[in-house]
C-alpha cells in the first residue's frame, strides 16, 4: 500500500523558516515526479514545487513564482523529498500535500491531474 506522509508544519512568525519533509513507501518512487501543492481556507489547491526525473540521476525543480527564491525543494533518496521554506510571509499559511505520480513527457509538475498520491497534509501557520 503507497504510503505518502508528511511532517514539519507549525506556527512560525514573519520571515521564518521551516522545513517540510515528505516520506513515501509501499513503492519505488525514483522515476516519479514528487511534489508539493497547497491549500488555504476558501482557495483551490494550488502548485508550490515538484521534482521531475530527468533520466538516470538528474532531477530537476519547478517552482510557482510565489515562492521563487525562498523555497527550495530537495530529493533526498528516490522516496524522500524536504522543502525548505525560508522568509514566509503570512500568505504562505495553508495546508501543505505532498504528491507523487508517474514522470509524463514532457512533464507536468504544475497540474495536480499528474499526481496520483497523495499526503494527507501538512498545517503550515504564518503569523505573529
Known amino acids: 500500500q503507497v504510503q505518502l506522509v508528511e511532517s514539519g508544519g507549525g506556527l512560525v512568525q514573519p520571515g521564518g523558516s521551516l522545513r517540510l519533509s515528505c516520506v513515501a513507501s509501499g513503492r519505488t518512487f525514483s522515476t516519479y515526479a514528487m511534489g508539493w501543492f497547497r491549500q488555504a481556507p476558501g482557495n483551490e489547491r494550488e502548485f508550490v514545487t515538484a521534482v521531475t526525473w530527468s533520466g538516470g540521476n538528474t532531477y530537476y525543480g519547478h517552482y510557482a513564482d510565489s515562492v521563487k527564491g525562498r523555497f527550495t525543494i530537495s530529493r533526498v533518496n528516490a522516496n524522500t523529498v524536504y522543502l525548505q521554506m525560508n522568509s514566509l510571509k503570512p500568505e504562505d499559511t495553508a495546508v501543505y500535500y505532498c504528491?507523487?505520480?508517474?514522470?509524463?513527457?514532457?512533464?507536468?509538475?504544475?497540474?495536480?491531474?499528474?499526481?496520483?498520491?497523495w499526503g494527507q497534509g501538512t498545517q503550515v501557520t504564518v503569523s505573529s
Open positions: 504528491a507523487a505520480g508517474p514522470q509524463q513527457s514532457p512533464p507536468r509538475p504544475y497540474n495536480a491531474r499528474s499526481y496520483i498520491y
